[in-house]
């Protein structure tokens, strides 16, 4: 059995605040800046990269024929609140060999899951093409990658991947579909505990009081619960580049009304590709601020952006096509609170492309001077959606080829 001191400390660890933060920018808008800044560079470069499509974490590194003999070079090029997320950039490479004899509490050597507790700096991929079922969730230590790049890996018919109170974590080119509930149950998080989980949410991505994460190029849907959630004190968030599809509950940034750490939270969502199949929630905000930039939304069916508790939203250079159902046109949705109040909320809208009757209901303070400074996408936002989200979700990377 887990040693009995650990375990209480790791039940406590579910009611006390994160034991990993992350101080909040201190003006974001200087953060929105470099976005753009990294967006701009891109696009001036199209003509002399024959590979460039103007987004800039996939000009970082796609272009290199040796990618497969640098992986590290990922860890590089993120952009927004989560550009600081290194994952396991500074240590070994893990190869996963074994796609089954997945055991919570003691973790097989070759198994994803005995690759993600260990304790040093880890940058994990896959030896082959594998389809992993996990039992329970797969609980993340700090300073790990998981790149699946070079292999088609699902994980997929279980319960998913916690990012739970660790920083500095990189999931990328994964598809993550069909999750379930778990918990329960006894996990290790570590090579020296294990402890009782109770009963998780069936996320793909569950991000509690996480910091530095980076979730890039992963194709998510058709999970019980949310695709990527982040909540309790979670920040230093870019979600990027991945492809959502067939799901209601997409995307929650934020845990409560009531929960006022979640006001540090800032979250950067760009290049997402929001496709067929999708309800509401993308990204559904409390508390704090969230840039929502250059993502392609081709299918909702309530809303596409919503929030409560006075979130600042940041929306530019997006493209929302409304849905056919009529009324459903609007992209966003104030929730939980009366106009009287929600008029008040700062959402704003720069360079969006609405399409088939879409609208967006802006609110507060409108373009501030340093929100008109940090605006800088250029005249036609709408033409660089296209070519910055096509290679939206995991991607089909070979070895010896640009990816």
């Not at 790791?10 to 994160?18: D, E, Q, R, V």
């Not at 093409?129 to 993340?140: G, P, S, V």
């Not at 991000?207 to 190029?217: E, K, P």
Request: hydrophobic share 35%; aromatic share 8%; charged share 20%.
């Amino acid at each position: 059995m887990a040693n009995p001191s650990l375990s209480l400390l790791f039940l406590l660890s579910l009611i006390t605040p994160a034991l990993i933060s992350s101080s909040p920018v201190q003006d974001p808008e200087l953060v929105v800046q470099e976005v753009h800044r990294a967006i701009n560079a891109s696009r001036r470069k199209l003509g002399y990269l024959s590979c460039g499509t103007g987004n800039p974490i996939d000009d970082c590194w796609r272009c290199d024929p040796n990618w497969e003999k640098n992986r590290q070079r990922l860890a590089d090029c993120a952009i927004g609140f989560g550009k600081s997320a290194i994952g396991g950039r500074d240590g070994k490479i893990y190869v996963v060999t074994d796609s089954g004899n997945d055991d919570p509490v003691n973790p097989k050597p070759g198994t994803l899951r005995h690759a993600v507790i260990q304790e040093e700096p880890l940058w994990i991929i896959f030896a082959r093409d594998m389809t992993i079922q996990l039992k329970e969730e797969l609980i993340m230590n700090s300073f790990k990658t998981i790149d699946g790049r070079g292999a088609s890996v699902h994980i997929a018919g279980g319960p998913c991947i916690t990012i739970q109170f660790v920083t500095n974590i990189i999931i990328h080119g994964l598809n993550i579909h069909d999750c379930k509930q778990g918990g329960n149950a006894m996990v290790r998080d570590s090579p020296s505990h294990f402890g009782w989980r109770t009963k998780s949410d069936g996320d793909a991505v569950s991000i509690f009081g996480g910091s530095h994460i980076w979730v890039d190029h992963n194709s998510l849907s058709n999970c019980n619960d949310g695709l990527v959630d982040a909540i309790h004190g979670s920040s230093a968030i870019t979600i990027s580049n991945n492809y959502m599809t067939h799901h209601d509950k997409v995307m929650l940034l934020g845990h409560s009304d009531s929960y006022t750490q979640d006001k540090n939270m800032q979250v950067t969502i760009a290049f997402n590709h929001f496709g067929e199949g999708l309800v509401q929630r993308m990204p559904r905000c409390r508390h704090g601020y969230f840039h929502v930039v250059n993502n392609d939304y081709t299918h909702w069916e309530m809303y596409a952006i919503g929030g409560s508790a006075n979130p600042t939203i940041n929306s530019q250079g997006n493209r929302f096509v409304a849905p056919d159902i009529k009324f459903s046109k609007e992209v966003t949705k104030h929730e939980d609170a009366p106009q009287s109040e929600w008029k008040n909320w700062n959402w704003r809208s720069e360079g969006d492309l609405l399409l088939n009757g879409a609208f967006f209901v802006a609110s507060g303070a409108g373009a501030s001077s340093s929100y008109a400074r940090a605006s800088s996408l250029g005249a036609r936002p709408s033409s660089l959606v296209g070519p910055i989200t096509m290679g939206a979700g995991a991607l089909s990377c070979k070895k010896g080829a640009r990816c």
